[in-house]
């Protein structure tokens, strides 16, 4: 598409007539992004920062660090999460509180937000909405999902060296709070499909995927779990060519054990160079990312 906004990501950015780029994007680390919109709705997909330390993960309750969440994220639209692990939707349900905004999910994700006291009006499960009101949920001027589904049904990566899914299963009732690791089970597992007008976003947060929910599913950035190289034969290129997105974005290549503004390093395993010359072989641009890099549309 010549002329697309995202051919110029790491350009200087356009601007509107009000002297504002038309969109924002920032890695929050892990799976995670802040999603800011022309209109400035801001979407969280996965958000964690309060990465508790690997023994304090293992052995005691993760606790959130609420102090950090506010300054760090002052406000939100929405919090999306793609599945109930930890690292993905721990830190959810106090960044959906302190906005008032709703928490969006599967019932597994829903009761991490019960068990913080979320109340029901902030929890959107996405299959029951579907079911009732159509697939498209709109959060501003982002349009959550397609005309197919809200969210396209996905599935977990297999661990090595024993090639088993960690903490399988759904999480049937609100765990106790804080919680221990082995409370938060996956549950269903989603990747998410944002159309902001002029651009479309896949977000693919863990290391497998369903290849039959992308038929018809074509978007200008994919933002991809990078370790899903190492778990699964042909992962990325599988998925680039049937998304064909202009430019794909690593995520979920860092060591999520490190306390939070601590130098990154990749998770054992991974290796992001190599994860960046299959997207290329794929045909799309590869963008090396940090946590905290933004970009500008």
Not at 114 to 140: F, K, N, T, Y
Not at 230 to 254: F, L, N
Request: charged letters at 20%.
């Amino acid at each position: 598409m010549p002329g697309h906004p995202f051919q110029r990501l790491l350009a200087p950015a356009p601007r509107s007539a009000a002297g504002q780029p038309d969109g924002r994007l920032r890695f929050l680390g892990t799976a995670g992004f802040e999603l800011v919109a022309a209109d400035q709705s801001r979407l969280l997909l996965d958000p964690y920062l309060t990465r508790p330390g690997l023994l304090q993960t293992i052995f005691g309750r993760l606790a959130v660090n609420t102090d950090r969440l506010v300054t760090e994220i002052p406000r939100a639209d929405a919090v999306l999460c793609g599945h109930s692990h930890y690292d993905h939707a721990l830190d959810a349900p106090d960044l959906a509180r302190h906005s008032g905004c709703p928490l969006i999910g599967s019932q597994s994700t829903l009761n991490i937000g019960r068990a913080a006291g979320l109340p029901e009006s902030q929890l959107v499960d996405i299959e029951s909405r579907a079911e009732a009101q159509g697939p498209e949920l709109a959060v501003g001027s982002v349009r959550i999902g397609s005309s197919v589904a809200a969210a396209l049904p996905s599935a977990h990566g297999r661990v090595p060296p024993f090639g088993k899914v960690p903490l399988p299963g759904t999480i049937d009732r609100p765990p106790s709070w804080p919680p221990r690791v082995t409370e938060l089970r996956h549950g269903p597992v989603y990747s998410w499909y944002l159309d902001l007008g002029d651009v479309r976003m896949l977000h693919v947060d863990s290391a497998d995927y369903r290849l039959e929910t992308f038929i018809d599913v074509q978007v200008d950035v994919l933002l991809l779990c990078a370790i899903g190289r190492q778990y699964k034969q042909d992962y990325t290129s599988a998925i680039v060519r049937a998304v064909r997105p202009q430019v794909v974005i690593p995520c979920h290549w860092d060591d999520y054990t490190l306390p939070w503004g601590a130098r990154p390093r990749q998770l054992p395993g991974c290796d992001v160079e190599a994860f960046n010359e299959e997207v290329r072989a794929a045909g799309s641009r590869a963008v090396v990312v940090g946590i905290g890099d933004r970009w500008n549309w």
